[in-house]
């Protein structure tokens, strides 16, 4: 079974212009999770897609957002970018149980 | 609300056990789960364990629960140079689907 692949695994952009990031989830998983990890932050909550819908997102400006496919692949997209996005972005599926996200290796993202 | 406590760092030798430690706020949890993340990659959910649970062991890891006190061990038996790498402690509420992590414990195992 095909884990959760994210791509690109690197992008370099520069400082205002748009990245956008993908996500295809594990056969069979509806619901979608980013996460920013930043150097020294964490893994911080970004977005959650489930049945195409965004059903809740994190403490981050409207500059970041994405959608759902329906075939529940998913898109992150980050406009204006500014040198603080550079982070690590994670993004995971799941089922609608109990068990647990699976996550992708990430996308490295810088900003300069 | 959420908050998920961990010590930044843990260093043990090779062949002994380790334990690191986790604290939650959220009274609410109804799961919670260790990851492991290695250099460059991206989390490996290593056990998970439910609310309702005190203890759970698979392996060399063994899960412990304190609900009263919300706090979460993991410890690793028999630790080898190949468990080096950040461990985090994650929870899952009923307020949503989605899991608080906590900021991650970075193991490391001298040989």
């Known amino acids: 079974e095909a884990g959760v692949t994210q791509s690109p695994t690197h992008l370099i952009k520069t400082r205002g212009q748009q990245a956008t990031l993908r996500c295809s989830p594990i056969?069979?998983?509806?619901?979608v999770y980013w996460y920013q990890q930043a150097l020294g932050l964490g893994l911080q909550f970004l977005l959650w897609y489930d049945e195409g819908e965004e059903r809740n997102r994190g403490n981050f400006p409207p500059r970041f957002s994405g959608r759902q496919f329906p075939n529940y692949s998913s898109e992150l997209n980050v406009n204006a970018l500014e040198l603080e996005d550079s982070a690590l972005y994670l993004c995971?599926?799941?089922?609608?149980?109990?068990?647990?996200?699976?996550f992708g290796s990430g996308t490295r993202l810088t900003v300069v | 609300g959420e908050d998920v406590e961990q010590s930044l760092f843990l260093s043990v030798r090779e062949g002994d056990s380790s334990v690191i430690n986790c604290t939650y706020t959220?009274?609410?949890?109804?799961?919670l789960y260790w990851y492991k993340q290695e250099p460059g990659a991206g989390l490996q959910l290593l056990t998970y364990i439910f609310s309702n649970m005190d203890m759970k062991q698979d392996q060399r890891l063994t899960v412990l629960l304190n609900k009263k006190d919300k706090h979460l061990s993991l410890r690793i038996a028999d630790t080898q140079t190949g468990d080096s790498a950040i461990y985090f402690c994650?929870?899952?509420?009923?307020?949503?689907?989605?899991?608080?992590f906590g900021g991650g414990t970075r193991l490391m195992v001298k040989p």
């Open positions: 959220d009274s609410s949890s109804t799961y």
């Open positions: 056969s069979g998983h509806t619901s």
């Open positions: 995971a599926s799941s089922l609608a149980s109990d068990y647990g996200y699976t």
């Open positions: 994650a929870e899952r509420t009923h307020a949503g689907n989605m899991l608080t």
